[in-house]
């Protein structure tokens, strides 16, 4: 089955500061990755989706990740938090059938 | 505006009631899917649907059944809640390999 790893429960960073969560994926063929944003007490939005291709992918509100397969990394990037990007990440990938396998989040503080 | 509705944002029920969380979706997506969400254990899968009538068991189907009777729809019901049950419950439906998400009813079981 497979399975996503985010490491990192909890990050904080100082606005203006630059952002990376990291994410590990287990998936036998080339996976289809998501990056899912939660803001308290609402339900997810999509960030951005890695397909195939260009393994840079850009996504909304200014935030990118990296494909890279030989290490099953899916890195959400970002180079100036802002304080309205604090928030709890996800990281996802597809199994068949459109069904998606988290990772268990990543709670971001940003601090002023 | 792409909508997945969930009927309540709260809910507050008792041991050994049997309970209804219903979704619908306005975009005509064939799947959909009902994950809960716990702190520190991320979205897990409890059931899902590829269409009408049919549905599959996910990861952690125990306790929960689903219906699914209009393309639209899709309800969880828990037989006889339990205190275990207590979560944030999400519905989610998909086409062409993109989620969206209802904002989630969080169930206290007491």
């Known amino acids: 089955a497979q399975s996503v790893t985010q490491p990192d429960i909890h990050i904080t960073v100082s606005e203006g500061a630059s952002l990376e969560l990291r994410c590990n994926y287990s998936?036998?063929?080339?996976?289809?990755l998501f990056w899912y944003v939660q803001s308290p007490g609402q339900g997810l939005q999509l960030l951005l989706k890695?397909?195939?291709?260009?393994?840079l992918v850009q996504g909304i509100k200014g935030f990118e990740a990296e494909f890279k397969r030989s290490q099953s990394s899916f890195n959400l990037r970002k180079p100036s938090v802002h304080w309205s990007d604090a928030a709890e990440y996800f990281c996802?990938?597809?199994?068949?059938?459109?069904?998606?396998?988290f990772g268990a989040g990543t709670i971001l503080r940003v601090k002023s | 505006d792409v909508k997945v509705t969930q009927s309540s944002r709260y809910l507050v029920k008792r041991t050994g009631e049997k309970v209804f969380l219903e979704c619908v979706q306005d975009?005509?997506?064939?799947?959909m899917f009902w994950y809960r969400q716990d702190p520190g254990l991320g979205l897990r899968l409890i059931y899902f649907?590829?269409?009408?009538?049919?549905?599959e068991k996910g990861d952690i189907p125990e306790g929960y059944s689903v219906s699914r009777e209009k393309k639209e729809r899709f309800s969880l019901i828990l037989e006889s809640a339990s205190t275990n049950q207590t979560s944030m419950y999400l519905c989610a439906s998909s086409s062409s390999g993109e989620a969206f998400f209802g904002q989630g009813t969080r169930l206290t079981v007491v």
């Open positions: 975009m005509d997506h064939e799947n």
């Open positions: 649907s590829y269409d009408v009538k049919m549905k």
């Open positions: 998936y036998g063929a080339t996976p289809y």
């Open positions: 996802a990938v597809e199994e068949y059938g459109n069904k998606l396998v």
């Open positions: 890695y397909f195939s291709g260009d393994t």
